[in-house]
């Protein structure tokens, strides 16, 4: 059982900078696909980012360009480096992990508890 633990969410201006850390409880190496996904108020929960165990990534349309996912296996660690931030971004950002499809419509075994990001 992989527990994930979300950090570095806060408050920030638009335009501003945030990485969010994922630490999972147990080594990474084997874990096919890691992901994070946000759900702000009143909406349903949307993929954000996906990396493969290869380093393959993926993500939604609405934050290609300023997003990036990278996970670091040796320190059990996942990653989202978060440039200029929108309005839109305010959501609870979510680390998942263990998915056969390394997409939003996989189903991820492990979830972390979430960590608040705001834009204003």
């Known amino acids: 059982h992989v527990q994930l633990v979300e950090s570095g969410g806060g408050t920030v201006q638009a335009g501003e900078s945030l990485t969010l850390t994922c630490a999972a409880s147990e080594h990474t190496y084997s874990i096919y696909c890691m992901a994070w996904f946000r759900q702000s108020a009143g909406n349903e929960r949307e993929g954000v980012a996906f990396?493969?165990?290869?380093?393959?990534?993926e993500y939604a349309e609405s934050v290609k360009g300023r997003f990036t996912i990278s996970r670091d296996n040796a320190n059990h660690t996942l990653y989202l480096q978060m440039n200029t931030l929108k309005l839109e971004d305010t959501a609870m950002y979510y680390c998942?992990?263990?998915?056969?499809?390394?997409?939003?419509?996989?189903?991820?075994?492990?979830w972390g508890q979430g960590t608040q990001v705001t834009v204003s």
């Open positions: 998942a992990s263990d998915s056969a499809l390394c997409t939003s419509d996989g189903l991820y075994v492990y």
């Open positions: 990396i493969d165990r290869s380093g393959a990534t």
